[in-house]
């Protein structure tokens, strides 16, 4: 779901009940063990992006990750100076510091951004705060994915979808809760529309892959957290290649040797199951085929 949550004015009485004692201060304790408290070390005054997840998720999660890693790369070194990235384990019986930290190394996961971990019901209770509904305990894969931003500074908050682009997620977090960059700081200009680049093919193949699948892939520019998509429509057998695509985690589960190569190639990371229908499948296995006819088309060199 994407929209506004809720925006307090930066001024008068309606921010102070937003600010002082709405948000818990509960104990979490981050990836390297150390106790934190909630409102006074993590959120008052800053500019934040967070996530609930848990690290053995197999369906949104490992994409809400791969998201907020593609907004890290653009914002920079801004991250973890004037923005910071949070994201809670909702399964902290078995999230430990260990834990987390290899689920930020098997992603590659940059400075500034803390993963944290702390009692079942002091994490609903946050979710909850934040307008979100906690999931039920044996049945955390229907938990809300989506990605709070806000500015706890001027009392506004936005959620976004994990599906969101991260270049509207960055200048979310970037321009919009930063008083729009006006802030002196030459790293914070707003930039121009002409760097942002245009939305070419409309497509609902293309529209899948932009935000389902490029946060870990490209087409053509290399691996990724996953690998380059380059071909893979016309050499992948395509019964697989539509059973991968739609239910990653079950081939996983059932060792096809292919899956498992892929798993042990691309640093353990599954492939996310989205949910994907059939005919989404064909629409995202048509879009890759299309690029591929318009790269042969323009006599470019094969990716290798």
């Known amino acids: 779901m994407c929209g506004i949550l809720f925006w307090v004015p930066p001024s008068g009485a309606q921010q102070t009940s937003w600010r002082d004692g709405y948000f818990p201060n509960a104990a979490l304790t981050d990836h390297n063990g150390r106790t934190v408290r909630f409102y006074d070390d993590l959120l008052r005054g800053k500019v934040v992006a967070i996530s609930f997840v848990f690290t053995n998720c197999t369906d949104v999660c490992p994409l809400d990750i791969a998201q907020m890693r593609r907004v890290q790369e653009i914002l920079g070194d801004r991250v973890g100076r004037d923005i910071h990235f949070y994201s809670i384990s909702i399964n902290p019986e078995r999230d430990t510091p260990v834990q987390l930290r290899r689920t930020m190394q098997t992603y590659g996961v940059g400075p500034g951004w803390t993963f944290l971990t702390g009692s079942v019901a002091d994490i609903d209770e946050l979710q909850r705060r934040f307008g979100l509904n906690p999931a039920e305990r044996d049945n955390l894969g229907n938990h809300e994915a989506s990605i709070i931003m806000g500015n706890e500074a001027t009392g506004q908050w936005i959620k976004r979808s994990s599906f969101e682009s991260p270049h509207n997620l960055a200048n979310i977090l970037g321009s919009t809760l930063n008083n729009y960059a006006q802030r002196g700081d030459p790293t914070a200009r707003r930039q121009s529309y002409a760097v942002a680049g245009q939305v070419t093919d409309t497509s609902r193949g293309a529209y899948l892959y932009r935000t389902r699948c490029q946060a870990c892939h490209t087409i053509g520019g290399g691996d990724r957290l996953g690998p380059d998509l380059r071909g893979v429509a016309g050499t992948r057998n395509e019964a697989w290649l539509h059973r991968w695509i739609r239910e990653p985690d079950v081939m996983i589960a059932e060792r096809d040797p292919l899956a498992v190569s ?24 048509g879009y890759l085929r299309q690029q591929d006819a318009t790269h042969q088309h323009r006599g470019a060199p094969a990716a290798r």
């Open 262 to 285: 892929l798993l042990a190639r691309y640093r353990n990371l599954p492939m996310p199951n989205l949910g994907l229908g059939e005919n989404e499948v064909r629409e995202i296995v």
